[in-house]
C-alpha cells in the first residue's frame, strides 16, 4: 500500500475530521475569549481600579526609564519600542483571567455531556430489553394459563 493511499484512509477516518474541526473551533472560541477579557471585561476593572490600562502594566528591569528624547516610559509599547526589558505584569493577567474563562466553560461542556451521557444510560436502564430466554418463559407461562383455563383447574 502507498503512502498516500494510507495517508488518505487516515484522513478519512471520522476522528482526524472531528479533531480538525475541533482545533478549528477552539481556536476561534480561544480569539473570542481574549477579546471579551481585553475589550469588555479590562476596561471597567481598570477604571474601577482608578484608570488602569492593564495591557501598560509592567516592571521596567533596566535602570534606563526614558526614551532617547528624554520622556518617561509610560507605556508596554514605548518599552518594547526603547528595547527596555520589562515584566509585563498586566498582560499576564489578562493571559490568566483568558485561561479562567476557558478552563470555566470547559468545565461547564464536560458537566453537561456527563450530564446527557448519564440520563441516557437511564433511559436505557429503565426500558430493559427482555432476553429470548424471558420471551420463551413468558410463552411458556401463557401457555399453561390457556391450558389450566381449558381443563378447568384455574
Excluded: W
Amino acid at each position: 500500500m502507498n503512502i498516500a493511499k494510507q495517508f488518505r484512509d487516515f484522513v478519512d477516518k471520522g476522528n482526524i475530521m472531528d479533531l480538525a474541526v475541533g482545533v478549528i473551533i477552539g481556536a476561534s472560541f480561544g480569539k473570542v475569549v481574549t477579546s471579551l477579557v481585553n475589550d469588555v471585561l479590562m476596561p471597567p476593572i481598570g477604571k474601577l481600579m482608578g484608570e488602569v490600562n492593564f495591557s501598560d502594566l509592567f516592571i521596567s528591569l533596566s535602570p534606563h526609564q526614558h526614551l532617547p528624547n528624554g520622556d518617561r516610559i509610560v507605556s508596554l509599547a514605548q518599552a518594547k519600542t526603547a528595547g527596555v526589558a520589562v515584566i509585563a505584569y498586566g498582560q499576564f493577567i489578562s493571559t490568566v483571567l483568558d485561561f479562567l474563562i476557558v478552563g470555566l466553560c470547559v468545565f461547564g461542556l464536560i458537566k453537561l455531556i456527563n450530564m446527557m451521557r448519564r440520563r441516557l444510560n437511564l433511559d436505557a436502564a429503565a426500558a430493559p430489553q427482555i432476553t429470548q430466554e424471558e420471551k420463551l418463559l413468558t410463552e411458556i407461562r401463557d401457555l399453561l394459563k390457556a391450558e389450566r383455563k381449558e381443563t378447568g383447574l384455574e
